[in-house]
């Protein structure tokens, strides 16, 4: 009996042997298969790498071009209604005129109307103020053509005065620290 388990126990072990062998075999030839496609020359990995940088600029390319149309309709908007703020508090303004004509034409109190006019001019000066605007004070500084537009030179009335500003013509104003309009004024000479 010993002899027939061993006989057995080798047709198992056999059988084992086979699957395993089979298994060994399959697997070289699965690794055939993959060895068998062939592997890309020098070239053809470079272009490949130049098409997928190129798919990458163009895709980099685009997005800037859709960012520089956004940018440039939202700036073309933003120029539109730039000026909605200021305007609508002028409008308040625009009422108080409206209303001072409607009420000279009734009135005959010469002082009132004066009154009137003395208050929207503080309104409207002051409501410029508020959105940063600044008059130059130009009367006695010394002339700087960054700030000031000479009209006339005229005699200086004493060596202090020559290069300096000695009447202002129309005031000049700033926006921030921006000279939006220059002072008109008339220099020492």
């Known amino acids: 009996m010993g002899n027939k388990e061993n006989t057995e126990e080798n047709v198992e072990n056999q059988e084992e042997i086979n699957s395993e062998v089979e298994a060994n075999e399959e697997i070289n030839a699965e690794k055939e298969e993959v060895e068998e496609v062939p592997e890309l020359s020098e070239l053809e990995q470079k272009e490949e790498e130049i098409s997928a940088a190129n798919e990458k600029f163009l895709r980099l390319y685009s997005e800037f071009d859709n960012f520089r149309r956004r940018t440039a309709k939202e700036k073309i908007e933003l120029t539109k209604t730039a000026g909605q703020d200021i305007i609508k508090d002028l409008l308040t303004i625009l009422d108080d005129f409206q209303r001072a004509i409607d009420n000279n034409d009734k009135s005959e109190d010469i002082?009132?109307?004066?009154?009137?006019?003395?208050?929207?001019?503080?309104?409207?000066?002051?409501?410029?103020?508020?959105k940063g605007l600044k008059s130059m004070?130009?009367?006695?500084?010394?002339?700087?053509?960054?700030?000031?537009?000479?009209?006339?030179?005229?005699?200086?009335?004493?060596?202090?005065?020559?290069?300096?500003?000695?009447?202002?013509?129309?005031?000049?104003?700033?926006l921030g620290d921006k000279v939006i309009r220059f002072a008109k004024v008339v220099v020492g000479n």
């Open 111 to 130: 002082e009132a109307v004066k009154e009137g006019f003395k208050l929207i001019q503080h309104k409207f000066s002051h409501t410029l103020e508020t």
């Open 137 to 174: 004070d130009s009367l006695g500084e010394v002339f700087d053509v960054d700030k000031h537009e000479a009209l006339t030179q005229i005699p200086a009335p004493s060596k202090k005065k020559k290069g300096t500003v000695l009447d202002v013509i129309e005031p000049g104003y700033l």
